[in-house]
């Protein structure tokens, strides 16, 4: 069984502030981890995922994450927040073992940020 | 097309009616999945194909809902004798091939009410 935590439903941050959304996961063998933003009435949109190697990812729109196996994290991060980052984010995860590529999500976090 | 579309973007039902929902993934595509999205969660994944064939329908939550790919393109997901619960957006993904490293692309979403 895989599962997804994202503990904060909301993150209030300063235009101009680092960001971090957290995510935590449970799988039997080795996780892919996925970043998703959704806009209102829009469907979600990747921003990034690892997979291998690196344990820092770089994906859209200037965020970045890092996989941390030892505490089963995967927090997405920005260094510097913008008001259009204003969205509804959510974690994913995928069991390598698993071809069929079957991801369970977490129940997102809605990040707000204010002028 | 440019990505991941559906139809309708909107349905209202009543209760004991059925519905379809359409999909038609990427050109060249090769996994489809759906999701169920309620209200304030992250989506749960209800069934997989690859190309024609339904690899996964474990999330299918009763055999009212039924899903086919017949010629390993468009995707239709049906709900037969629709039940309140059974309101939420239907999200479609679709995946370059077949592994669990691939990147979903998620199309806009069927919100149904089932009144």
């Known amino acids: 069984a895989q599962s997804v935590a994202q503990p904060e439903d909301q993150v209030n941050v300063a235009e101009g502030n680092p960001l971090t959304v957290k995510c935590t996961y449970s799988v039997s063998g080795n996780p892919y981890l996925f970043w998703y933003v959704q806009y209102p009435n829009r469907g979600l949109q990747f921003l990034l995922k690892y997979i291998t190697g690196d344990n820092l990812v770089k994906g859209s729109y200037g965020f970045e994450a890092e996989f941390n196996k030892s505490q089963t994290s995967f927090h997405l991060k920005k260094p510097s927040a913008l008001v259009s980052d204003s969205a509804l984010y959510f974690c994913?995860?995928?069991?390598?073992?698993?071809?069929?590529?079957?991801?369970?999500f977490g129940d997102g976090t809605t990040l707000t940020v204010k002028p | 097309g440019a990505g991941v579309s559906q139809s309708p973007r909107y349905k209202v039902a009543k209760r004991g009616q059925d519905v379809a929902l359409r999909c038609d993934p990427i050109s060249g595509h090769v996994s489809l999945f759906w999701y169920q999205q309620a209200l304030g969660q992250g989506p749960e994944f209800l069934t997989y194909f690859q190309n024609e064939a339904q690899l996964d329908k474990s999330g299918l939550p009763s055999d009212r809902f039924f899903a086919e790919r017949p010629e390993g393109s468009v995707s239709t997901l049906k709900i037969q004798r629709t039940q309140q619960e059974d309101s939420a957006v239907y999200l479609c993904?679709?995946?370059?091939?077949?592994?669990?490293?691939?990147?979903?692309?998620f199309g806009p979403g069927t919100r149904l009410t089932v009144l």
């Open positions: 993904a679709s995946t370059m091939g077949g592994l669990a490293s691939d990147t979903q692309y």
């Open positions: 994913a995860v995928r069991d390598y073992s698993t071809n069929a590529g079957k991801s369970t």
